[in-house]
């Protein structure tokens, strides 16, 4: 079982930033990967960011030179730095952690970013 802790998040203006962490607990496998999703009313979540245990990286076109994802595998825990925010990045962010235990998700949280 694996468990994810979120943080961060909140209301901001576009063009604001915004830092998003989730730390994950539990027993899971060195090889794994940590991604950030997102799900805004009425569409289908969509991956956001993601990064593999060697701190390989992928983003979605639409955050891609405004969001980084880092990790530090030392404290289990990946961070979402979003700049540069739009008033469509508004949604509920999950984090979550995939390894060959299965996909666990985080609880989500709300940003929402004003024009």
């Known amino acids: 079982q694996v468990q994810l802790m979120e943080s961060g998040g909140g209301l901001v203006q576009a063009g604001e930033s915004l830092r998003l962490s989730c730390t994950a607990s539990?027993?899971?496998?060195?090889?794994?990967?940590m991604d950030w999703h997102r799900q805004s009313p009425g569409k289908q979540r969509e991956l956001v960011a993601r990064i593999t245990n060697g701190g390989t990286t992928n983003y979605a076109a639409s955050v891609k030179g405004r969001f980084t994802i880092s990790r530090d595998s030392a404290k289990n825990t990946a961070v979402l730095q979003m700049t540069s925010l739009k008033p469509e990045d508004t949604a509920v962010y999950y984090c979550?952690?995939?390894?060959?235990?299965?996909?666990?998700w985080g609880q989500g949280i709300q940003v929402t970013v004003s024009s």
């Open positions: 539990g027993n899971f496998p060195p090889l794994n990967v």
């Open positions: 979550a952690h995939v390894s060959m235990r299965g996909t666990y």
